[in-house]
């Protein structure tokens, strides 16, 4: 289930496998949702409700786990961020591989993340 809309779900997205990008892009962008990645409690949220803006239970994790069509597996957690933003255990991974086919609401919420760091 992808969620490109303007809630606090971030980075819910189902990129193809011919969107990946052959090199990885590494820089401070991706490092400071990495950093906020780690720092994140892990939970479940209820991003396939489309009517929510995002509630999140901490210390859940959903039955299983998803791979992406080029084969990379997700944890079993979403993960609430200390900017109140809800990702899943890719978003570094799409940053990465998949930052070219983003949509723009996504990016934007990205780069709101990458501000909020910024200004601490």
């Avoid at 944890?75 to 591989?97: A, P």
């Amino acid at each position: 289930m992808h969620r490109i809309d303007d809630s606090k779900f971030l980075l819910y997205i189902e990129p193809s496998i011919d969107q990946r990008s052959q090199y990885p892009i590494d820089d401070d962008i991706t490092k400071v949702v990495e950093q906020y990645l780690l720092k994140s409690v892990k939970g479940t949220s209820d991003y396939s409700n489309l009517t929510s803006n995002g509630s999140f239970t901490e210390g859940y994790g959903w039955r299983g786990f998803h791979t992406t069509e080029c084969g990379e597996w997700s944890g079993n957690s979403d993960h609430l961020l200390e900017n109140g933003m809800i990702t899943n255990s890719l978003c570094v991974f799409y940053l990465m591989y998949y930052r070219s086919y983003i949509p723009d609401s996504e990016m934007e919420k990205v780069m709101n993340l990458y501000n909020f760091a910024n200004a601490k």
